[in-house]
């Protein structure tokens, strides 16, 4: 029984992943300018959206890279206009960052591809695969409130 639980946990952690792969092919396709962005940038302007100005070193713990890892995919970014780097007016040393309209810009549209080729591929199954694929996301979402509850990691 434990086997075959096992057994299922990995054939649902290869579908997932395999439609995590879908995606990212399929942005970084679909627009020329997202194939210039890589996925940790992608993840660093996510993070400054989410969670709004962030320090360096911040962002380098959230990324699990050191300081200068992060402050040379921060100079890429910068570079495009995409984030935006400002020196604490009280400790000249600590550098804030924030996403930039640019950069939230580049986000929508990547959140827009994403939709339509969801949209896209939902729009390709039947009312009882549906149905499945919404029973099934009910189950992931009390799995993550248990998570929360259990306040598992």
Known sequence: MIAEREDLIREAMAGI???ASYQRRAISSSHTHFRDISRPQTYLLMILQERGPQTVSELADLLAVSAPSASSLLDRLEERGLVQRTRDAADRRVVHVEVTEGG??????????????????????????LHAIIGGLDALQR????MKSADCP
């Open 17 to 19: 992943n395999g439609l």
């Open 104 to 129: 939230r810009t580049l986000l929508d549209e990547m959140a827009g591809v994403k939709r339509d080729h969801i949209q896209r591929l939902l729009s390709l199954m039947d009312e009882d695969d």
């Open 143 to 146: 799995a993550f409130e248990k």
